[in-house]
């Protein structure tokens, strides 16, 4: 599995990408850094909605955008957020992958409410993960 990884620089870089694997999408985390500007995504819960980083798997054919979205859990539950995840697939993750002439298969996002590391089990941590496949210039919710 090939994995490429981007992470957005803190604190209160909007726009700078750190580059830690490969440069072939860092287009697509810019693209996105500069769109949103990395922090408070406006979504319909109104949560507190920021970009932690993109990771792309299998030879581009799986991309995830992780999002740090601190109140879940505490003033957000899963049905609160869900309506979330198809607006920033749609508003966010489809442009860039539109704009980068990225065509994956499969789109993965998650909101955690802390950012951890990718891959680190954290039991104690609330995360919420959707999957969508592109199609027609939206996100189709696949169910998992």
Known sequence: ???FRFKMQRPNVKIG???VYAVCTLCATSVLAAETG??????PSGQALSF???ISEAEGDTVRFRFLTPDIGTAFDYMDVAADFQTVCDDQVIPVLDANALAPSQIVLSMSA???PFGEDRPDI?????IFR?????CIWEEF
């Open 1 to 3: 599995m090939t994995t």
């Open 17 to 19: 990408v750190q580059v």
């Open 38 to 43: 990395a922090d408070n995504i406006p979504v």
């Open 52 to 54: 932690i980083e993109f």
């Open 114 to 116: 802390v950012d951890i």
């Open 126 to 130: 609330l995360q919420f993960f959707e």
């Open 134 to 138: 592109p199609e027609n210039g939206t």
